[in-house]
């Protein structure tokens, strides 16, 4: 299996304080993306970084990646309560635009404590 | 963004029946994906739908079980066939026009 590994599984935070999450994959990669799942549901994309980028910002959010050590970390920064959710780094197989299907990481459950 | 509008979003089924999920996206896009997320667990891409072709499974799944359709750029379907309570689960479909975007999700209990 191509999965990606996630750590940590499970984070809990005070409100406010910034979450890190790793993501390691085994592949090459054309890019990683990283979703938000809330209680289960559908997953929201939150923000994609190409092999070529190193690192991205979206609002609070922060990814980097290190494609030599095959890993990416997503920093939640002033977190609310709101971010409480389960967080996934997705890789893609390749192929070109419009037919890449992704491998997902294990996830990480974020809980933020108000 | 595109919108996938996925159904039932939840249903309760008899163990040996089957249940067919619905997804409707409001663009066109060329290839749609089903996953399967079992309780805790992350994503497994169960298989890739094409328009007009028969689907693409991942390893571990097979057709007989899991049939789908594509019979448009805006549309597919997932049956679960002659399910057993290893089968609930989330399902969840996919399409990508920039990104991926996900419907909300079918959560299947069997019962």
């Known amino acids: 299996s191509q999965q990606g590994e996630e750590d940590p599984q499970a984070l809990s935070i005070q409100e406010g304080e910034n979450a890190t999450m790793n993501c390691s994959y085994k592949?090459?990669?054309?890019?990683l993306q990283w979703y938000r799942q809330n209680s289960g549901r559908g997953l929201v994309h939150l923000i994609l970084?190409?092999?070529?980028?190193r690192e991205k910002h979206s609002g609070r959010l922060r990814v980097t990646l290190d494609t030599s050590k095959k890993s990416s970390s997503l920093l939640i920064t002033a977190s609310r309560a709101a971010d409480t959710a389960s967080y996934f780094c997705a890789t893609d197989e390749g192929g070109g635009f419009g037919n890449e299907k992704l491998t997902f990481g294990t996830g990480t459950r974020l809980t933020i404590i108000p | 963004s595109a919108v996938i509008s996925q159904k039932p979003s939840r249903d309760i089924c008899q163990r040996g029946t089957s249940l067919t999920i619905q997804c409707q996206v409001d663009?066109?896009?060329?290839?749609m994906f089903w996953y399967r997320q079992q309780p805790g667990q992350s994503l497994t891409l169960i298989a890739t739908a094409n328009q007009g072709s028969e689907a693409t499974y991942e390893s571990g799944f097979v057709i007989d079980k899991f049939p789908i359709s594509r019979p448009n750029l805006t549309f597919s379907t997932l049956t679960v066939s002659n399910m057993s309570p290893e089968d609930s689960s989330i399902y969840l479909c996919?399409?990508?026009?920039?990104?991926?975007?996900f419907g909300q999700g079918t959560r299947l209990t069997v019962v």
């Open positions: 996919s399409g990508i026009v920039t990104e991926a975007f």
């Open positions: 663009s066109q896009v060329t290839m």
């Open positions: 592949t090459s990669i054309n890019n």
């Open positions: 970084i190409r092999s070529n980028e």
